[in-house]
């Protein structure tokens, strides 16, 4: 199927598809390339692969959630269709650094903010403590489920303590206070499991310690030095978790 082919099978599923949109969907490893296949006389036809009638229409699905390149390569690679493992790896490294970058920023402005009123040792812990805390007094959709009562500053600690662990990846050693407060503060009661055999490290203790391997910068790490197999191997994880396990 040509370039032309492309824009019909867009126009007859009801999106809007154009020949300089195909061109750039191309340029930003979203498309396969077209190959040339032939001839009429002596102008040359250019083809893309079996399959790419398909991935233009899941990619015209996607784009009315997000039009972010990086977010849109990674979801056509989980939908299994031929983009480039080194162009995955660049987007996943660059979602995760963009996350990253935009947290170390909101502790940078609220170390300025808070700079001249909070004369504290360490300005980016007492910063950090401050974006916990609005974070912990957020309402609405996007605010952290309240499973329990709890207090603010309970909710304001069990906040930074994740993001300390899973997000600037922190090495935390917790306390009996930080897993009663995680418990208190993130897990329903009802699945909240007996406390009868204390040898063994409760939940809320592990889910900090993980932070070791699930942080950004652990997982940018991850991102950046995975091998083709690695990513993968991922990649059929993810499918089969997330979307094949009821």
Not at 139 to 166: K, N, V, W, Y
Not at 191 to 204: C, D, F, G, Q, V
Request: with cysteine.
């Amino acid at each position: 199927m040509d370039s032309a082919g492309l824009v019909q099978v867009a126009a007859a599923a009801g999106y809007r598809a154009t020949l300089r949109m195909l061109e750039t969907f191309r340029n930003q490893s979203l498309l396969p390339r077209t190959k040339r296949t032939g001839y009429h006389g002596r102008i040359p036809i250019w083809t893309y692969p079996t399959g790419a009638d398909q991935q233009l229409l899941t990619l015209l699905h996607r784009r009315q959630h997000t039009k972010d390149p990086n977010v849109l390569r990674v979801w056509l690679w989980l939908d299994g269709f031929p983009v480039p493992t080194s162009t995955v790896r660049e987007s996943l490294v660059d979602n995760l650094q963009t996350g990253h970058a935009l947290l170390e920023e909101q502790i940078a402005n609220h170390t300025e903010q808070h700079d001249a009123d909070r004369q504290q040792p360490d300005r980016r812990a007492e910063a950090l403590r401050i974006l916990a805390g609005q974070l912990a007094a957020k309402r609405g959709s996007t605010a952290l489920p309240r499973h329990r009562r709890a207090t603010t500053a309970d909710r304001a600690h069990a906040i930074e303590l994740i993001l300390r662990a899973h997000i600037l990846g922190e090495r935390l050693h917790p306390t009996t206070r930080d897993a009663a407060t995680l418990q208190k503060v993130l897990v329903p009661p009802h699945h909240s499991p007996p406390r009868t055999k204390p040898a063994a490290p409760p939940i809320e203790t592990a889910l900090l310690e993980a932070g070791g391997i699930t942080s950004l910068p652990d997982l940018i790490d991850a991102a950046r030095t995975a091998t083709e197999t690695d990513l993968d191997t991922t990649r059929r994880l993810i499918v089969t978790a997330c979307r094949r396990l009821p």
